[in-house]
């Protein structure tokens, strides 16, 4: 493999419900939208396994963006969704017992909801975070982070009823020139300008109960989910090849993502543009290989703390300690008392 190897033909997706959902605010606005997109709308906005490149999307909220002078497109956008738009996605969410179950289940399914930046869910404080990938530039996505935010949060209106409090919304795109209508939509903290786009929300509202709450349409739902999630393209080879690379380097020590394109013999340029065009960055990878690791060798009791910390890469055991606490919102003491271990004296 040469050090500046041309990139594989990978592409992330997202579900034709959203560009269902761009045409139908042109129509709402009077206008042709087949001739402001150059394309025919979507008929089958329930069918997943006709999936839109993010490429080609984000072109079509640019155009429409540019067509109507509105640079908060996507913000706007996102405000008109409704649960019917993701089909049975979305019935299987909205048939949830509480607000809980359903982003556990938004995380099982999210290859059919949004198969774009990756998601990281994560208990912090009082608090349950939702974090996407960050990509190249701060500004190239700003549509595309703002629509997916008021999405989900006018998604998760939708579901419960109730306009629920939330605690913060980040971005990582610029700030507009005027931040009120963002206030006032999501009616909490907005900051812009920051080091990644996130959601955060009192852990109090997953035992929020949902309106329309039903086990046997959500069990019947499930089972028609899970045959088009098995019948989707399988995930980039590439995630996976640096992910078995980052578990070969971490016994190390720290492996940095130069160390890490070193071993692919990559630029680390070229590592992270591959990465970010498959939906994904080195941080939230190292990170969740980290998690799953710290968590299988937990279920080991001849294992201690020191020496978990040290099979992660970690020089110190406190460190290990934080970055457990930050992907659980749990000790790693507590955690393997819940499975039924103990640790080994120290």
Do not use: W
């Given at each position: 493999m040469r050090k500046d190897e041309p990139n594989s033909s990978t592409q992330s997706f997202i579900p034709n419900a959203y560009v269902r959902l761009l045409f139908e605010y042109l129509e709402q606005h009077g206008l042709d939208a087949e001739s402001i997109l150059g394309q025919s709308s979507?008929?089958?906005?329930?069918?997943?396994?006709?999936?839109c490149p993010m490429g080609h999307w984000k072109?079509?909220?640019d155009r429409t963006a540019h067509y109507l002078d509105d640079p908060m497109l996507g913000f706007h956008l996102g405000q008109t969704i409704k649960t019917s738009h993701f089909g049975a996605a979305g019935y299987v969410l909205a048939s949830c017992q509480n607000l809980g179950m359903a982003t556990a289940l938004m995380q099982q399914y999210k290859r059919l909801l949004y198969d774009a930046?990756?998601?990281?869910?994560?208990?912090?404080?009082?608090?349950?975070?939702l974090q996407w990938g960050k990509d190249d530039s701060n500004d190239s996505r700003q549509q595309m982070h703002e629509c997916t935010l008021a999405s989900l949060v006018q998604f998760i209106r939708n579901i419960t009823g109730q306009k629920i409090s939330l605690t913060e919304i980040s971005f990582i795109n610029s700030a507009p020139l005027d931040v009120r209508p963002y206030n006032n939509f999501f009616d909490c903290i907005v900051l812009f300008e920051q080091p990644i786009t996130?959601?955060?929300?009192?852990?109090?509202?997953?035992?929020?109960?949902?309106?329309?709450t039903d086990s046997v349409l959500m069990h019947l739902l499930k089972k028609q989910l899970d045959d088009l999630l098995a019948k989707l393209p399988p995930k980039n080879e590439f995630e996976t090849i640096v992910r078995q690379c980052i578990i070969r380097l971490i016994r190390d020590g720290e492996p940095e993502l130069d160390n890490v394109a070193n071993a692919l013999h990559?630029?680390?340029?070229?590592?992270?543009?591959r990465l970010v065009e498959v939906g994904s960055n080195f941080r939230s990878l190292l990170d969740d290989v980290r998690q799953q690791m710290a968590e299988d060798f937990l279920h080991d009791t001849n294992l201690?703390?020191?020496?978990?910390?040290?099979?992660?890469?970690?020089?110190?055991?406190?460190?290990?300690q934080r970055a457990f606490r930050r992907w659980t919102g749990d000790t790693p003491l507590h955690y393997q008392q819940k499975i039924g271990g103990k640790f080994k004296p120290i």
């Open positions: 979507p008929t089958e906005i329930d069918d997943h396994m006709k999936r072109s079509l909220v930046s990756p998601t990281k869910v994560f208990v912090e404080g009082g608090d349950i975070v996130a959601l955060r929300a009192p852990l109090s509202l997953s035992n929020h109960q949902l309106c329309h990559l630029t680390t340029r070229t590592l992270h543009r201690q703390l020191s020496d978990i910390a040290q099979l992660l890469g970690y020089a110190e055991q406190s460190t290990f």
